[in-house]
Structure formats: C-alpha cells, structure tokens
C-alpha cells in the first residue's frame, strides 16, 4: 500500500529522517517504536503532508502514486488519515458539521452521493458508539473542552467516518487511563480490515497489547534500526532503547551488514 525509500526530512537546516525506507501492505499493523527525538512523529508528518517539514532526498509511494506532489488535503482524500498524539481544539466549529463536509468532500471525490444534515446524524452516531463517545460531545466544537481521552475518542470516530486506507496514529495511547485505552484500541481494531493498514506510533509496549501490530521498527536518530516481531516490544520493555542507541552509533558505516541485526530498511533485520 505504502512504500518509502531513502526518505530524509528536515525542519529548517536540521535533517529529522536520515534514510527510512519502510513498506507497509495491505491488511498490516506496523507500530513504530524509539526514544524521544528518533523521527517517530516526523515520519507520520511527512506522511500526511505537514508543512514545517521538508522532504530533502527519497520518495513515499501511496498505491502506486508519488505521495510527495500532493498537498495534505489531496493526501486524505486518496485515503490517508493521521490520528494526532495531542488533537487540536477548533472552538466555534461544529463537531458534527465539521465532520459532515469532510465526510461529504470524500463522497464526492469517490463519485459517491453525499449525505443530507438528517442522514449524517444518523450514520454519525452510530460511528460514535464504536468508541461509546457521548452523543453531546458532537454537538460541541471541535475538542474544545474536551478531556484527553474525549479528544482521542473523537479522533476514532473522525476515523471511522472517513474510512480511510492508511491511518497513522500518533501515540494514540499518550494520556489514556487503562479504561480508555481499552476502549480507543478496541475501536481501531474494529475499524481494521484486509483492505486496511496501519502504523502506530508508540513508547510503549501496553498499547501494543490491545492493538497487535504484524511487525514492529525501532526507529534511532532518523533511521529505523531494528526489525522484528511483538516479541521486539517485550524485549524493549525490558531493556529500554540505550543498547538499540549504542549499537546504532557503533554501526553507522554497516549499517544492513547481512549478518548484523540492526538495518535501515524494513525488510528482515
């Protein structure tokens, strides 16, 4: 579905993403892991299109498109969704209505009818039961006031009215008490399908035992590093991510050494 090579992004004159080449198919849960300031969020950004980062070197192919000429609008209608570890308020603006014209925008960009204000409500709530978010909340403004886990349900049921190919969740998890987090994850997983994939971004190895990711990458200084399956988060749990740091700083030049187990690419390390 998607598939990235040699992707470098910088901020101003700082280079992020330092070569990530990743390839993510059709009804897979990648979760991307790593210590603070790896690239994790950055990569999700680029993804989307967010504007403070530049694309220097490389190239992402969302099913068979060059994702890097859209802008971020063109990428969401195509079906690419990114779920924010901290959800923007967007007071004066309409839960519901600001739902139904992104919901309405991809109808028409499909060649599918739109829904009228009545229809909407009806297919709104039952999207909101998925992760038992209150009816009220929609007829608030957009997050404003809303807790931290009301913010990350509202971005699940944002999600499941706009059915999108590809979503990118951002530490979904951060700020969730265990019963949130029960319930948020059991709403992505029931939004997931064959025809789906998803990449979650995550510290921890709690997410991932609701959310069960096929594959998992350790991403270090820009690259992802490290490869392998869920037994990767439990090793990770335990031994936290300095052995993953001093093996990546003493490995620059052999980087995918068919013999070493740290690698750049997302094939088996």
């Not at 490869?227 to 990546?248: F, N, Q, R």
């Amino acid at each position: 579905m998607i598939e990235i090579k040699n992707l470098h992004a910088s901020v101003g004159d700082t280079p992020i993403l330092k070569g990530v080449n990743l390839t993510i198919n059709k009804g897979e849960i990648h979760a991307i892991m790593g210590p603070n300031g790896s690239g994790k969020s950055t990569l999700a950004k680029v993804i989307s299109g967010h504007p403070a980062f530049k694309v220097t070197e490389g190239e992402i192919l969302f099913e068979g498109k060059d994702l890097l000429v859209l802008e971020p609008d063109e990428r969401s209608r195509e079906g690419i969704f990114m779920a924010f570890q901290y959800p923007v308020e967007i007071p004066g603006v309409n839960n519901a209505s600001f739902l139904r014209l992104a919901y309405n925008a991809l109808q028409g960009h499909r060649g599918l009818p739109e829904l009228s204000e009545k229809e909407f409500d009806v297919f709104l709530r039952e999207k909101a039961k998925i992760v038992d978010l209150n009816p009220d909340f929609l007829e608030r403004s957009v997050n404003t006031g809303f807790s931290g886990g009301e913010k990350k349900r509202n971005e699940i049921v944002q999600m499941a009215v706009l059915d999108p190919k590809l979503s990118l969740l951002d530490e979904t998890d951060s700020g969730l008490d265990i019963d949130a987090l029960r319930i948020v994850a059991r709403g992505v997983n029931e939004l997931m399908t064959s025809e789906k994939a998803m990449m979650v971004i995550t510290h921890y190895q709690r997410l991932l035992n609701y959310i069960q990711p096929d594959i998992i990458h350790v991403m270090v200084d820009g690259r992802i590093v490290k490869t392998g399956g869920k037994e990767l988060a439990l090793e990770l749990e335990e031994k936290g991510y300095d052995w993953l740091i001093e093996e990546s700083e003493g490995n620059q030049d052999d980087r995918c050494h068919p013999k070493k187990a740290l690698c750049s690419t997302s094939g088996d390390a």
